[in-house]
Structure formats: structure tokens, C-alpha cells
């Protein structure tokens, strides 16, 4: 079995955890007064696990405490921390140049804040055992590792994709697809297409597996759009969330050139949820918490006090409203009043 499907297993989702809106509202008629709960659902997140599988026998190093890596600085960093802290699970740090905290909800737990790329590869390393980071890091600097398993692949923020982008102008003008552009008779082993980017792993496999065999690759750590103004490059290949850098210096996505969409995931270290202690139950307990308040995004349940002859004829009266009657119907619960013992 699987140690992601044995996750699932031993983790039947909580459904909704948190309550994001109490709306009272009351009826005037016969005497009984019912409490009524009922549940509104809007929406559902679906949350399936890639499991990435291979023997890696990798050392555990000699340590008890479990590590999480969450992202020092950048986009990801304080979308992180939100995330947590709706989880209930507060991150405490003593100050911001410290890069180790703790949440003390997770016993023997130690949160280390690191560079993304950094996080995946210790992960790899076995100096960390959970991250938090986007699945386009995780992509490219976890290469394929297979000891790399995505826990949570949908946290519901950091989204965008990592495509290839060409210029709107010149010999590119009327190229609109990765065929069109994989067919272009420009490129040849003498002459090939030249591609600036920072995904260097992702964008070399990506080629090739379209089939674009003469490309050349050049790296950046930043600014790649100005690649083919600046005559370096004939493409690139790089991030995109709104799409406004592409756009303000020139450049379009093609049909077929999203290489991968993504957005923030739990990655965690197959030796380390096997062999390190405790570590699969701290996964599953971050796990729960995240899909119950995932999950509880769009959703509602409502306390509220009616008067009815019986609980059935309350119940009734709300089923008769779908808008009201919840996902299975309402709970409802007679109400005793303290005065007179009556309900
Ligand atoms: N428009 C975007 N551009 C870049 N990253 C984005 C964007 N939208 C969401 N992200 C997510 O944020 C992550 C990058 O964050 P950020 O660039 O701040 O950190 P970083 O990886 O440390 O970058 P660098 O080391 O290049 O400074 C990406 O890996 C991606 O998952
Ligand atoms: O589609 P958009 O919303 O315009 O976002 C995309 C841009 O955001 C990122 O750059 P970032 O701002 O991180 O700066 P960088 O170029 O220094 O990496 C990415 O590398 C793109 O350049």
C-alpha cells in the first residue's frame, strides 16, 4: 500500500470544521421552540494525492524533531502563514530574522523558513520531512525524486502556471500553437531556438517530449520577458499569473505551451514519513485540518430558533425551502426554557 493511500485510509475527512456564519432567524406560531441547525454547501474541494513511487532507501539523519519548511520570503510566504493560522495551527516566531518557530499545536515539531527551492531540496536531502511551496518548484528542483510525495496537492492559493511564452512581432507574428512553432523551418542544430529560462529541467523535458529537437537554453534569475527584446533569446519560458509582464513587453502564450499549472502544495519525504517517527501523524494532523478548512470554504451552517408544533412539522416547514433544508436536511433540537421547564 501506498503511504499516501494508507493517509487516506486513516484520515476520513472531517466535513466542516468551522463555522463562518451564524444567522438567526426566528417564526411566530404554535408554542414548541426548536432549535434548527442546517448546513448551506456551496462548494467541495477535491484533493487527489499523486504519488510519485520508487524504492529510495535514503538515510534518515540522526535527529528527533520533526521539520516543516515554509517559504521565507516571497509570494508564497504570508499566503502561508494565513493558511496556517486558519488551521488553527499559529506559527510561532521569536522574531523575523530567526528561521526556525514552532506551532505548538504539533508537538516536537520545528518550522524552518527557507528559499523554496532550498525547501525541496532538503526535503530530497532528508534535512527536512514536511514543505509548504508551489508544485512548480517542487517539479523542477525535486526532478522526478520519487522519495518527493505530494500530500496536499491543492492549497488553494499561489496559483499560476509555468508556460512558454514567444514575441507577438517579427518571424513569430503569425505562430500560435507549439506545433506551429515546433514546425517553423528557422530551427535547425546550427540555428536552434533559444529559450531564457529558470526552469531549465521542466522546459528541457517539455521540448522534448513536443518533439522540438534543436533548442538551446540560457538562464536568469529574473526579468527573463526582456530575453527577446534584448536579442538573448527567441523565447521564454517562466511563470505567468494575470499575464500583465507578457503583455507589457510583447510577448504571447501559445496553444499547447502551459508546461505546468500550479499552486501551493504539502510535499513531504517518503523515508521521512516512514521511517521517522511520528512524522505520519503529523501529517495526517496538518492534513485533516487543511481539508476541513478547505473544504469548509463556500460552505455555511446556520443556528437558528423556530416555533413549531413538533419537531417534524418544523423540519417539514424547512425541506419545503430548498435554499434552507442544508445537504442532508436540518438537525433540530428542542429547546427547554429555563423558566417553567417547558419546552
Ligand atoms: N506571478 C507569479 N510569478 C512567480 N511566482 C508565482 C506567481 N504567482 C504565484 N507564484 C508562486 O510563488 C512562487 C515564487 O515565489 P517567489 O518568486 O517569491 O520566491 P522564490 O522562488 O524564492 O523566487 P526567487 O528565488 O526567484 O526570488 C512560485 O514558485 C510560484 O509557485
Ligand atoms: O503574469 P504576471 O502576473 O505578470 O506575473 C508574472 C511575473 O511574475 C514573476 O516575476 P516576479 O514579479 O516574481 O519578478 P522576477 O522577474 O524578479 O522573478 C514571473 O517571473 C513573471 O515575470
Known amino acids: 500500500m501506498s503511504v499516501a493511500n494508507l493517509f487516506?485510509?486513516?484520515?476520513?475527512?472531517?466535513?466542516?470544521?468551522?463555522?463562518?456564519?451564524?444567522?438567526?432567524?426566528?417564526?411566530?406560531g404554535p408554542s414548541l421552540r426548536v432549535s434548527v441547525k442546517f448546513t448551506v454547501s456551496c462548494s467541495s474541494l477535491a484533493s487527489p494525492v499523486t504519488v510519485l513511487d520508487r524504492n529510495v532507501?535514503?538515510?534518515?539523519?540522526?535527529?528527533?524533531?520533526?521539520?516543516?519548511?515554509?517559504?521565507?520570503?516571497?509570494?508564497?510566504?504570508?499566503?502561508?502563514?494565513?493558511l496556517l493560522k486558519d488551521c488553527q495551527l499559529s506559527v510561532r516566531q521569536v522574531n523575523t530574522r530567526q528561521y526556525v518557530a514552532e506551532i505548538p499545536q504539533l508537538s516536537n515539531l520545528e518550522v524552518w523558513f527557507q528559499r523554496?527551492?532550498?525547501?525541496?531540496?532538503?526535503?530530497?536531502?532528508?534535512?527536512?520531512?514536511?514543505?509548504?511551496?508551489?508544485?512548480?518548484?517542487?517539479t523542477e528542483y525535486g526532478q522526478g525524486d520519487e522519495d518527493l510525495i505530494l500530500v496536499h496537492d491543492a492549497?488553494?492559493?499561489?496559483?499560476?502556471?509555468?508556460?512558454?511564452?514567444?514575441?507577438?512581432?517579427?518571424?513569430?507574428?503569425n505562430i500560435n500553437s507549439l506545433r506551429e512553432l515546433a514546425q517553423?523551418?528557422?530551427?535547425?542544430?546550427?540555428k536552434p531556438l533559444r529559450v531564457a529560462t529558470g526552469f531549465s529541467y521542466m522546459a528541457r523535458k517539455f521540448m522534448r517530449e513536443n518533439g522540438?529537437?534543436?533548442?538551446?537554453?540560457?538562464?536568469?534569475?529574473?526579468?527573463?520577458?526582456?530575453?527577446?527584446?534584448?536579442?538573448?533569446?527567441?523565447?521564454?519560458?517562466?511563470?505567468?499569473?494575470?499575464?500583465t509582464t507578457l503583455r507589457e513587453n510583447n510577448l504571447k502564450e501559445i496553444e499547447g505551451g502551459v508546461?505546468?499549472?500550479?499552486?501551493?502544495?504539502?510535499?513531504?519525504?517518503?523515508?521521512?514519513?516512514?521511517?521517522?517517527?511520528?512524522?505520519?501523524?503529523?501529517?495526517?494532523?496538518?492534513?485533516?485540518?487543511?481539508?476541513?478548512?478547505?473544504?469548509?470554504?463556500?460552505?455555511?451552517?446556520?443556528?437558528?430558533?423556530?416555533?413549531g408544533s413538533s419537531a417534524e412539522e418544523v423540519a417539514e416547514r424547512l425541506l419545503s425551502h430548498t435554499s434552507?433544508?442544508?445537504l442532508q436536511g436540518p438537525t433540530i433540537s428542542p429547546v427547554f426554557c429555563k423558566s417553567d421547564g417547558r419546552e
Not at 492549497?155 to 507574428?173: N, Q, W
Open 155 to 173: 492549497l488553494d492559493y499561489g496559483d499560476c502556471r509555468l508556460s512558454l511564452a514567444i514575441p507577438k512581432y517579427g518571424i513569430f507574428e
Open 324 to 326: 434552507l433544508s442544508g
Open 57 to 82: 532507501e535514503k538515510k534518515v539523519a540522526e535527529r528527533n524533531e520533526i521539520r516543516l519548511g515554509l517559504p521565507s520570503k516571497g509570494r508564497m510566504a504570508s499566503d502561508t502563514l494565513d
Open 212 to 243: 522540438l529537437k534543436h533548442v538551446s537554453f540560457s538562464t536568469a534569475d529574473g526579468a527573463l520577458e526582456a530575453a527577446p527584446a534584448m536579442g538573448i533569446a527567441d523565447a521564454i519560458v517562466d511563470l505567468v499569473s494575470s499575464g
Open 259 to 307: 508546461i505546468v499549472e500550479s499552486q501551493a502544495v504539502l510535499v513531504a519525504s517518503r523515508k521521512s514519513l516512514i521511517h521517522r517517527k511520528g512524522v505520519l501523524d503529523t501529517t495526517h494532523e496538518i492534513l485533516e485540518r487543511l481539508e476541513a478548512h478547505l473544504r469548509a470554504i463556500g460552505q455555511l451552517m446556520v443556528t437558528a430558533n423556530m416555533r
Open 184 to 190: 517553423m523551418p528557422q530551427w535547425t542544430s546550427e
Open 116 to 138: 523554496p527551492k532550498d525547501i525541496v531540496r532538503k526535503l530530497v536531502s532528508g534535512d527536512l520531512d514536511l514543505g509548504i511551496v508551489g508544485l512548480d518548484t517542487v
Open 8 to 28: 487516506f485510509q486513516q484520515c476520513p475527512f472531517a466535513s466542516v470544521a468551522s463555522l463562518s456564519s451564524l444567522s438567526p432567524f426566528s417564526h411566530s
